[in-house]
């Protein structure tokens, strides 16, 4: 079965609640999901699969969203500049070096980030100047191997 397949037969049922789990089903290629434009999804969990290309997520219509990304072999997370309203967020155990795209996520209650290549957590200094909510509360970074002391300390003054 492709990966279209899987997800255009999985979304027919998701039906009213909003979730549409996929998680673990060996998905690769996610463009089916511009098939889900127009429908409201507020919980979506692509985690345990082997995509990198997550372009396609700014064509989906969000309502108070939850992403799960994590465990996959995502390095570019730039497309979520675009949706900026995000509740949680999940990108644990990928590829990603560079975390700008959050910059602008206000609106962020949880977020992991644990198992990637980070360096760099000014975009999420500049979030915590700005006012998160209870994010203090629900960040993890752990399993970033080049990420320093002194960044973790730049983000707890802020």
Same mark, same amino acid.
């Given at each position: 079965?492709?990966?279209?397949?899987?997800?255009?037969?999985?979304? =027919?049922?998701?039906?009213?609640?909003? =979730?549409?789990?996929?998680?673990?089903?060996?998905?690769?290629?996610?463009?089916?999901?511009?098939?889900?434009?127009g429908d409201t999804i507020n919980h979506l969990s692509l985690?345990?699969? *082997?995509?990198?290309?997550?372009?396609?997520?700014?064509?989906?219509?969000?309502?108070? $969203?939850?992403?799960?990304?994590?465990?996959?072999?995502?390095?570019?997370?730039?497309?979520?500049?675009?949706? $900026?309203?995000?509740?949680?967020l999940s990108l644990s155990d990928n590829l990603i070096t560079d975390i700008s795209a959050l910059e602008?996520?206000?609106?962020?209650?949880?977020?992991?980030?644990?198992?990637? *290549?980070?360096?760099?957590?000014?975009?999420?200094?500049?979030?915590?100047?700005?006012?998160? =909510?209870?994010?203090?509360?629900?960040?993890?970074?752990?399993?970033? $191997?080049?990420?320093?002391?002194?960044?973790?300390?730049?983000? *707890?003054?802020?």
């Amino acid at each position: 079965m492709s990966d279209s397949e899987v997800i255009n037969g999985l979304a =027919r049922i998701f039906g009213s609640s909003g =979730r549409l789990d996929l998680s673990g089903k060996q998905l690769t290629d996610i463009s089916a999901l511009k098939t889900l434009k127009g429908d409201t999804i507020n919980h979506l969990s692509l985690e345990s699969n *082997q995509i990198s290309d997550i372009s396609i997520l700014s064509e989906i219509e969000w309502e108070c $969203p939850v992403l799960m990304l994590g465990n996959n072999k995502i390095k570019d997370i730039s497309v979520l500049a675009k949706i $900026p309203d995000l509740y949680a967020l999940s990108l644990s155990d990928n590829l990603i070096t560079d975390i700008s795209a959050l910059e602008k996520m206000c609106s962020l209650e949880g977020l992991d980030l644990s198992g990637n *290549q980070i360096t760099d957590l000014g975009p999420l200094v500049n979030l915590a100047k700005t006012g998160w =909510r209870n994010l203090e509360h629900d960040l993890d970074l752990s399993d970033n $191997p080049d990420l320093n002391e002194a960044e973790i300390e730049k983000l *707890q003054i802020a």
